[in-house]
Every structure is written in structure tokens, then in C-alpha cells.
Nanobody, 121 residues
Framework: VPLVESGGGLVQAGGSLSLSCAAS????????MGWFRQAPGKEREFVAA????????YYANSVKGRFTISRDNAKNTVYLQMNSLKPEDTAIYYC???????????????WGQGTQVTVSS
């Protein structure tokens, strides 16, 4: 399923950004959707995930309380609201789709191209 992220950019520390990921296809609600990020010189890491119906969410400890994942199945879109951003949040952010109903899955089947988020100090 094609995934296209948008909403990245440059923001000062303490600021907010909202990312969106639009999916194609008619079975969007069947996928767990996740956000990941990769900083320069580091491995890609999990950020957040949301179940197909949107009732269950799962966050990395590093973003818990600052980031919120949500989805609108009518629009085939998943969102990541990022508040209280820190310089260490700087990374390319990717959305991904998993053919499962477990928000804790580590097996994602489809990936977007990524969007850059830069947080200045």
C-alpha cells in the first residue's frame, strides 16, 4: 500500500509539528499504522503505533507524553502530533503499515519515503 508522508520541517526546541501519512487503497483500517524515525548515523527506531480501529496506541518511552498518534480511516490518513520537541527528535520520520492487529508488532510490511524533521536548539 503506497504511503506518503508530509508535514515535516524546521522548528525550534519546545515547538510543535504535525505529520501526516496518506495511504492508498480500500483496506486502510485493516492495518496497524506506525511511525518510525532515523537520525543521522543511527538506526531506525520505533516512535508510535495505532491499531486499525484507532482504539489502541503504543509509544516509545522517549516520546510518551509529548507525541500523539491518531488516524482517520475515512481519509486513509494517520497523524503524528509532536509537541515539546527537542533537538534529539531531529530525524527522518517514516510511516509504516503492518498487516496485523497487534500494535506492538515489529513486522511492518509497507513504508513511506520519509519526511525530515529538524529541531533547532
Amino acid at each position: 500500500v503506497p504511503l506518503v508522508e508530509s508535514g515535516g520541517g524546521l522548528v525550534q526546541a519546545g515547538g510543535s509539528l504535525s505529520l501526516s501519512c496518506a495511504a492508498s487503497g480500500r483496506t486502510f483500517s485493516a492495518y496497524v499504522m506506525g511511525w518510525f524515525r532515523q537520525a543521522p548515523g543511527k538506526e531506525r527506531e520505533f516512535v508510535a503505533a495505532i491499531s486499525g480501529g484507532g482504539l489502541n496506541t503504543y509509544y516509545a518511552n522517549s516520546v510518551k507524553g509529548r507525541f500523539t498518534i491518531s488516524r482517520d480511516n475515512a481519509k486513509n490518513t494517520v497523524y503524528l502530533q509532536m509537541n515539546s520537541l527537542k533537538p534529539e527528535d531531529t530525524a527522518i520520520y517514516y510511516c509504516a503499515a503492518a498487516v496485523t492487529n497487534a500494535v506492538t508488532t515489529t513486522l511492518y510490511n509497507y513504508w513511506g519515503q520519509g519526511t525530515q524533521v529538524t529541531v533547532s536548539s
